[in-house]
């Protein structure tokens, strides 16, 4: 094993002040951080200025660099013997293919940490006043994606069962597919006098 490490971070969802202390304190040591899109840009300040800054890209349909070479350029930096922070939006492990990028860094048997990030799955809906749990009210939730990699012969998400099985739904990159959506939800029995909150770039000034 060579003496670089990865460690696999999570951003918050947009307030610089809801990074964890963990994840600015590996990120104030970091030889190279490898960015997405989501992440605030006020946090690379904290990186030492003379860190090597990579933008990963990931906007929806436009991946900036591909997931491959994401990886290969984190094993990389790894092997150089570098402190490399991979920085995400949110949680690593909420739809940020952070798992995809923990088994490609085991298998290329490079050291690696994740350190957890506050979702904005759960972030977005505090900062405009909604609690995903509410005694009396809602006493489950689920995160799903709205956004299907289209190339799957099969969907996973159920929204049939989803529709009456969960009390808040937390749907992530559903903007485009919402008309589709909400129908599905009411189509398999969700009220459709349900409330519903659409919010953008929760968390921050934007
Ligand atoms: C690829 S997912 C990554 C989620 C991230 N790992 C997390 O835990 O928050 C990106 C999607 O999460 C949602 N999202 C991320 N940050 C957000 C924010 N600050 N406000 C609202 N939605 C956000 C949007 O739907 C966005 O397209």
């Known amino acids: ?7 696999l971070v999570g951003a918050g969802p947009g307030d610089p002040g809801l990074m964890t202390v963990r994840g600015l304190e590996v990120l104030r040591r970091a030889d190279v951080v490898v960015y997405d899109r989501l992440v605030n840009p006020a946090l ?39 402190s490399v922070v991979r920085l995400k939006g949110g949680d690593p492990f909420v739809f940020g293919r952070g798992g995809e990028e923990a088994l490609a860094l085991a298998e290329a048997g490079i050291a690696f940490e994740v350190v957890p990030g506050v979702s904005a799955a759960v972030a977005a809906p505090a900062y405009a006043g909604i609690p995903v749990t509410h005694r009396g009210l809602s006493s489950s939730f689920a995160v799903v994606t709205g956004h299907e990699d289209p190339a799957k012969e099969r969907a996973d998400v159920d929204w049939g069962r989803l529709a009456t099985a969960v009390d808040t739904l ?8 919402l008309p589709r959506i909400a129908a599905e939800l009411v189509g398999h029995g969700r009220s459709p006098d349900t409330p519903v909150a659409l919010i953008r770039w929760g968390t921050t000034e934007a």
């Open 44 to 82: 690379l300040d904290e990186a030492p200025p003379g860190a090597l800054r990579l933008f990963a890209g990931k906007r929806a349909g436009d991946h900036c660099l591909p997931q491959e070479e994401i990886n290969a350029r984190l094993i990389e930096q790894a092997r150089r013997g570098r």
């Open 1 to 7: 094993m060579d003496g670089g490490r990865v460690y």
């Open 170 to 177: 937390v749907v992530l990159m559903g903007a485009q597919s």
